[in-house]
């Protein structure tokens, strides 16, 4: 799951090389923090919000396909 969503962002930045994902596992699912150029912020998520919520939408049926939760956070 953490390499598909590096994947989809590091291909939507203007700078992939400062994009750092993290994550953390627990019972419940994973939870991943997604740090970006302060430049990227729009790019990534969106007008509206649009763009952050497809990726987060392709997370949630990759993480349901292992019978888990996941989460995303983005910062920067």
């Known amino acids: ?28 699912g994973v939870s991943l923090e997604l740090r970006i150029s302060p430049e990227d912020v729009g790019r990534i998520i969106g007008k509206n919000g649009n763009t952050i919520n497809a990726i987060r939408t392709v997370l949630q049926a990759a993480a349901s396909s292992n019978r888990k ?3 995303l956070e983005v910062l920067t």
């Open 69 to 71: 939760r996941a989460k």
């Open 1 to 28: 799951m953490k390499e598909l969503v590096e994947y989809l962002v590091k291909s939507l930045a203007e700078h992939p090389d400062e994009v750092v994902l993290s994550s953390q596992e627990d019972e419940d």
